[in-house]
């Protein structure tokens, strides 16, 4: 993962970050959005930001295997998180063995610098749930 920069249209996003706390989008008719597939906020769109439980479930993942360049071999796992709310996330998994069925895994969100500079927005990744 390489560092992220806000723009306009995440901007909103990652203010949430930066407080610890996961937005989705919410329609009129009740619906969670992805944030990163609907456009901008407006009052045309009728959506609003509300704060996500942060919690879900893994429906399914890849190790993906770095390194190579001198350096020791490095094992990162992705995923697709199915958020308590209804919709599909896509992020990194952490604090799980790679090798083990993470099927159904109960996972909650946690926020880690994407770099080094203050610049660089917290985003999120999801570990297993305390209450798993």
């Known amino acids: 993962m390489g560092p992220v920069v806000r723009d306009r249209d995440s901007a909103e996003f990652f203010d949430g970050t930066r407080r610890g706390v996961f937005l989705l989008r919410h329609s009129r008719t009740g619906e969670y959005l992805d ?27 890849a190790t993906v295997h770095g390194g190579g360049d001198g350096r020791a071999p490095v094992r990162t796992v992705v995923g697709i998180v199915e958020l308590d709310e209804g919709p599909w996330w896509w992020s990194r998994i952490v604090g799980v063995d790679p090798d083990e069925d993470l099927s159904d895994l109960r996972v909650e969100v946690d926020f880690v610098a994407s770099g080094p500079d203050p610049r660089h927005e917290a985003v999120p990744v999801f570990r297993p749930a305390a209450t798993a």
């Open 35 to 61: 944030p990163t597939t609907v456009p901008a906020l407006s009052e045309e769109t009728g959506l609003t930001s509300v704060a996500a439980s942060g919690t879900g479930r893994i429906v399914t993942w």
